[in-house]
């Protein structure tokens, strides 16, 4: 029985409709840059927040009117859930999904039956793949959840923990290469510490990267070939997580051996509990090639939590598609939906507002962003802003003819450094806002 009886197959309707049930600017057969929309976004639907958030929050239990939940923990509850689940992600439209073992599956009394209760799920969503031709953007494993992980997973001071975590994550693994997954993430969910008294910050490093070393060397063996992500995230739950920001993940890679096998998921949200705009991070992340997938949502500016709303703002998904085209467009990863409606949103057609304005957003920051590339008018600013370094002395020194000795005699000579031309920040501003 549909979970859904009411909704068909959402449509594209164009800028000019009034039905909320409509895609205004998501057309995903419009070509763009010689793509479609579809391959350009990779729409991605998390099984979390999706259909396991349930609306609660540290001052209430949940508000979500869920028909199709039996209100039991059973593996007969999560296979129906999992049918529902597929039948929103078909009638959306979207392309992928994305989930944790444990979003999925109830965890049992012991590993074993945990990996028992998992296999009897992706059954189901073989099934459903099959049926609908969805597939699986990235797996990954739920190490923050359970309170054995309260100390950590990979970085846990309890080497039982450790070894708990590979059996989870190696499951995990085959879990989503059985299903066809193009892409596995980590997120240190308590990879940091709450106090550096009791830290040894080093050793746990340490294990984080064997860790990661054991999953690559793992999917080798197995014959898994997609993309490993990592997810920065300054804080929370922790005080300070490891995989702080994207600067920081990409040292860690690099300090540990790891930058050939893991690139980026980046979370706008997580930018900005780390200082940074989204923006920011996609430019590190693209600047340095390792910029894999993102996590589309936004946070609110006034509270300063991790609220993972859905994205509405032109700006910011323009921002992200235009640094997306820049560094070459999504291969593996996509435009992944880790956001959740609010709790004051409980009803079931909610969960469809949020989606179709979330994918329309980013349609539009696609068009836009292509727009802007088009015109190439911020691309030719940029390009003037840098040209001392385009010829003579700049192309010099960046073809390293230069020492510090030699430049020091030049300018002894000159006197003075040729005068500096201004950023026009507020012109590049207003020349946004032509685009929108």
Known sequence: MAAFPEIGKIPYEGPQSKNPLAFRHYNADEKVEGKTMRDHLRFSVVYWHTFRGTGSDPFGPGTAVRPWESGSDTVENAQNRARVAFEFIEKLGAPFYAFHDRDVAPEGKTLAESHKNLDAIVKVFKEEQQR????????????????????????????????????????????????????????????????????????ELDHLAKFLHMAVDYAKQIGFKGQFYIEPKPKEPTK????????????????????????????????????????????????????????????????????????????????CMYEVLKYGGFTTGGVNFDAKVRRESFEPIDLFYAHIGGMDAFAQGLKIAAAMRADGKLAGIVKERYASWDSGLGAEIEGGKHSLASLEKL??????????????????????????
Not at 271 to 285: D, K, N, P, R, S
Not at 411 to 436: C, D, F, H, P, V
């Open 240 to 319: 300070h997580q490891y995989d702080s920001d994207a600067a920081a993940c990409l040292n860690f890679l690099r300090e540990y051996g790891l930058k050939d096998h893991l690139k980026l998921n980046l979370e706008t949200n997580h930018a900005t509990l780390a200082g940074h705009t989204m923006q920011h991070e996609l430019q590190v992340a693209g600047a340095a090639g390792a910029l894999g997938s993102i996590d589309a949502n936004t946070g609110d500016m006034l509270l300063g939590w991790d609220t993972d709303q859905f994205p509405t703002d032109i700006y910011l998904t323009t921002q």
């Open 132 to 203: 609908t031709g969805i597939k699986l953007l990235w797996g990954t494993a739920n190490l923050f959840s359970n309170p054995r992980f309260m100390h950590g997973a990979a970085t846990s001071p309890n080497a039982e923990v450790f070894a708990y975590a590979a059996g989870q994550v190696k499951k995990a693994l085959e879990v989503t290469h059985e299903l066809g997954g193009v892409g596995y993430t980590f997120w240190g969910g308590r990879e940091g510490y709450q106090c550096i008294w009791n830290t040894d910050m080093k050793r």
């Open 411 to 436: 300018m002894l000579e000159k006197g003075e450094a040729a005068s500096n031309r201004s950023g026009r920040q507020e012109m590049i501003e207003n020349l946004i806002n032509t685009y929108l």
